[in-house]
């Protein structure tokens, strides 16, 4: 006999079915109304393209998209040195001012620099708007770039941003053997050469006046009014020049393209391995956008999805047998190019049997020795991620960025998803045997005694 929970939920399960019949598009109908509300609109503002949308939330998300990451820079440091210089003091604020007054208002501002870019905004309450539009646009053009601040606070904040984990090491030093230079720049500056030579005050300000005009600046927000936003961007982004001076150096532009090989570095605190193909790019980039390596990754993965369990991902059973390892699975996108890797961390020994094992299952997807329910799973979790990240206030800003910056526009969530839901078994198997054919990247960083190279686990380099 039934227990009385079992058939409550019975109960439960049949009434919702027939309700789903008896209104089968009312699912469809309420998910549409969803996506259209997570579309940006795009604008254009005094010669600054916009991307907005009016979330319904108490709160707004208004983010500056700087062209000028260490991808760009034309010394290096640069980047890191100029994105810490927001808020420090400009013409009519010190920094203590534009701390009081954004806790005032019980705010956050941010400012961090990537590979491509430099973001800097802030989240604050909606009736907010007009004070950090004016804050950011004074960041933007009346910075003061002072000695004093150099050396009391930006080199001893740069000084302490060195790499001190193996992962952010192997990071740095996959993407200089997949992109040489461009992508392939450091993440942070080290001070192990020559970088006095290059990084200074004055070095800084040429960078920022070169950075800091509207071909080079890409607006986003959440949760903001389109026509309130454009009429204080009006206002206090005015005095933002069109273009660089015309006898001012020119950042670096150049395509991206992808070389590989391999890279060793000896390190006592901790051991990582990241191992790395040519990947995709953001979906707005044409023919280096590949939606199939999105599932490829869910479909490899590292981490269970479900607590305590091993999940469908490939890998996340690997992690399982072989004790003392993490395995995590990324395609970082960019403008034009893409890095699809596997980075495991943990003991020497462990990442000897675990790199192997990733190997294997690589070769195995590229024979078709792959379960569909598998693929069909990633496709899944694929998709759910991005529309996780979309509907977040803070998820997706700089990846909208990126693609206003290259496409001149930011792709609906439907038509990104679109794309994953057509990948198909045999796109995952072409897509497996195009990474083992090309020439891998390879960074290993610990214990180079134990940690096996490139050649030992199959790959070529």
């Known amino acids: ?7 409550s939920l019975g109960g439960r399960q049949c009434a919702y079915a027939a309700r789903r019949r008896a209104h089968p598009s009312r699912g469809r109908a309420l998910a549409s109304t969803a996506l259209e509300s997570l579309k940006y609109q795009m604008s254009e503002v005094d010669g600054i393209k916009v991307a907005s949308r009016d979330l319904p939330s108490c709160t707004s998300k ?17 980047s890191s040195a100029l994105s810490r210089y927001a808020y420090k003091k400009t013409e009519s604020r010190s920094a203590l001012r534009i701390a009081r007054e954004v806790e005032l208002l019980g705010a956050e501002i941010f400012c961090r620099h990537k590979r491509e870019h430099i973001g800097m905004g802030a989240e604050f309450l909606r009736p907010d708007l007009p004070y950090f539009t004016e804050l950011l646009g004074e960041v933007l053009t009346k910075t003061k770039y002072t000695a004093p601040e150099f050396l009391e606070e930006i080199l ?17 030093a996959v993407h ?58 009006k206002g206090f982004f005015a005095d933002i020049p069109v273009a660089p001076p015309a006898e001012a150096p020119k950042l670096n532009f150049a395509p991206s393209r992808y070389y590989g090989g391999e890279e ?19 979906p707005t980039s044409g023919e280096s956008y590949k939606p199939e390596l999105a599932v490829l990754a869910s479909l490899l993965g590292g981490q269970p999805s479900v607590k305590w369990g091993s999940s469908f991902s490939l890998l996340s059973r690997t992690h399982i047998n072989v004790p003392n390892i993490r395995i995590a699975t990324h395609n970082a996108s960019y403008t034009d190019a ?27 997807i590229a024979e078709g020795k792959c379960d569909d329910n598998d693929v069909a799973k990633a496709v899944a979790q694929a998709r759910f991620s991005i ?58 960083v610990g214990d180079l005694h134990v940690l096996p190279f490139a050649e030992d686990i199959g790959l070529k380099v």
């Open 264 to 282: 060793r570095i000896a390190f006592a605190r901790s051991n990582t391995m990241i191992i790395g193909f040519p990947g995709s790019s953001l």
């Open 156 to 172: 001893p904040s740069l000084r302490h941003l060195q790499p001190s984990e193996s992962k952010v090491l192997a990071a740095d």
């Open 62 to 78: 208004l983010e500056i998209i700087v062209r000028a990451g260490t991808r760009q820079e034309m010394f290096p440091g640069l």
């Open 338 to 364: 893409g890095l699809f890797y596997v980075r495991i961390t943990g003991s020497a020994e462990g990442i000897k049997d675990g790199s192997a094992e990733v190997v294997k299952v690589l070769n195995r």
């Open 387 to 444: 529309y996780e990240a979309s509907q977040n206030i803070n998820g997706g800003l700089e990846a909208a960025g990126g693609m206003l910056f290259e496409g001149g526009t930011v792709l609906g969530i439907e038509d990104i998803t679109n794309g994953i839901k057509a990948v198909t078994p045999e796109h995952i198997k072409e897509a497996a045997k195009k990474l083992l054919s090309a020439k891998a990247s390879v960074a290993t």
């Open 176 to 233: 200089a053997l997949a992109f040489h230079r461009g992508l392939g720049e450091p993440l942070f500056c080290t001070f192990s050469g020559p970088t006095s030579k290059y990084l200074n005050e004055d070095s800084i300000a040429k960078f920022a006046s070169i950075a800091y005009c509207k071909q080079n600046i890409r607006v986003i927000a959440n949760g903001v009014n389109k026509d309130e936003l454009h009429k204080w961007l």
């Open 1 to 7: 006999m039934k227990s009385p929970l079992l058939l």
